[in-house]
C-alpha cells in the first residue's frame, strides 16, 4: 500500500471511530460502569476513556447498564515458520508497510521471529490529540517509558514529533488483556513479564506543540514523604519530581500510569501521595471532571481535603471550591 493510499485509509478509519482496525473485547456494562472505569480495567488506566468514546462513536459518555461496546486489546500470537514482521503487520494492522514499527511496539520488543516465540500483538485505538501531548507521554501510557515515542509517530506517518496539534486524531497501541494465543506448532517459551524498572527515569527534555497553563505548586513537603514509602517510591518520587520542576505531561502520564497498581496494591500513603499530585496536575490542564474525582477519592482516603489552603496556589484552590 503507497503511503497516499495508507494516509487516505487512516483518514477514512479515523473518521469512522467505530471501524476496528484490530480485535476486540465485547463489554457489556454493569450498573456504576464509566468509560474511566473500563479504561482503567483493559488498560490500568482511564487516559483511553475518550478513545473508547471515539472507538464505539459515543457522543453521550454516559453508558446505561447492558450497553455493549468493543474494547481493543492485544492479541497473542505464536510466531509460526516464515512469518516477518511485515506479514504480522498486514495481519494484525492491515498494512504491511509498518512492520519495522510493529516490531519495536510489540512485547517483547524486536525479537527475533523464532517460531514459538509468543508475542504480545498491540490494537490500535484511535485518540484526539489534548493539550499537552506528547509522543513520549503516549509510550508511557502504553509502556511505562518514552523510548518507542519514535515508533508511535512512524506508526501515524508522522516525520516531526513535536508538530502535532489539539484536535488531531492519530491511532495509539494498546496492549490490554491479550487475546487468547494463536495456535503454534511448537510450544511457546515463556517469556518475561514486563515490569517497571526500580530507578526513576532519566530526565529528558520534552517539546510539546502547546504548553499548559503556568501553575504555581506547593513545595515538596520537607519531610519528604515520598522517599520512605516501601512500595511504588521510586516511581512516585520521579512523577512528583516532575511535577514540582513544571514538566507537567510526564507527571501525569507517570501519574496516570501508576494509578491502577498504586490504588489497589500500594498503602494509604502513597495513595493519598498519587490523588493529590493527580488533583494539581489535572488543574494544570483544566481538566475539571478530573480534579473533582480525584479529589472525592482523596476525601474518601483522607478524610479532609488533602491540601492546607494557605501553601497551595489560588488556582487549584478555585478549581477545589468547584467540586463542593
Not at 471515539?54 to 509460526?80: E, F, I, K, M, T
Not at 474525582?293 to 483522607?302: G, I, Y
Request: proline fraction near 8%; glycine fraction near 6%.
Amino acid at each position: 500500500m503507497t503511503r497516499a493510499l495508507w494516509t487516505l485509509a487512516a483518514a477514512l478509519t479515523l473518521a469512522l471511530p467505530g471501524v476496528a482496525v484490530a480485535e476486540s473485547a465485547l463489554h457489556t456494562v454493569s450498573t456504576g460502569d464509566t468509560l474511566e472505569s473500563i479504561s482503567t480495567h483493559y488498560y490500568g488506566t482511564d487516559a483511553y476513556a475518550s478513545s473508547l468514546a471515539l472507538h464505539n462513536d459515543l457522543s453521550d459518555p454516559a453508558l446505561s447498564a447492558g450497553q455493549q461496546l468493543q474494547v481493543p486489546r492485544g492479541s497473542s500470537h505464536v510466531v509460526a515458520r516464515g512469518d516477518r514482521w511485515e506479514s504480522l503487520a498486514a495481519r494484525y494492522w492491515d498494512d504491511a508497510s509498518l512492520g519495522a514499527a510493529l516490531a519495536t511496539l510489540t512485547q517483547p520488543s524486536g525479537v527475533e521471529l523464532e517460531p514459538g516465540t509468543e508475542l504480545l500483538i498491540p490494537a490500535l485505538i484511535p485518540y484526539e490529540i489534548q493539550r499537552g501531548d506528547t509522543f513520549a507521554s503516549f509510550a508511557r501510557r502504553a509502556y511505562r517509558g518514552p523510548a518507542r515515542a519514535d515508533a508511535i509517530a512512524r506508526l501515524n506517518w508522522i516525520e516531526s514529533p513535536n508538530r502535532i496539534f489539539p484536535g488531531q486524531r492519530i491511532r495509539l497501541p494498546v496492549l490490554g488483556r491479550a487475546l487468547p494465543t494463536v495456535a503454534a506448532t511448537k510450544t511457546p517459551r515463556e517469556e518475561p513479564a514486563p515490569r517497571v524498572s526500580a530507578a526513576p527515569p532519566t530526565p529528558r527534555s520534552e517539546s510539546a506543540p502547546t504548553e499548559p497553563a503556568a501553575l504555581p505548586a506547593a513545595s515538596p513537603p520537607s519531610t519528604a514523604p515520598v522517599a520512605a514509602l516501601e512500595t511504588f517510591s521510586a516511581e512516585l518520587r520521579a512523577a512528583t519530581d516532575a511535577y514540582y520542576a513544571g514538566d507537567f505531561a510526564s507527571a501525569r502520564a507517570d501519574l496516570e500510569t501508576l494509578r491502577a497498581p498504586v490504588l489497589s496494591r500500594g498503602n494509604d500513603r502513597a495513595r493519598s501521595i498519587l490523588l493529590r499530585h493527580l488533583v494539581m496536575v489535572y488543574v494544570a490542564y483544566d481538566q475539571q471532571t478530573r480534579v473533582c474525582a480525584s479529589h472525592r477519592a482523596l476525601r474518601a482516603l483522607d478524610g479532609d481535603s488533602g491540601f492546607d489552603a494557605e501553601l497551595i496556589s489560588p488556582r487549584i484552590l478555585e478549581a477545589l471550591k468547584k467540586c463542593d
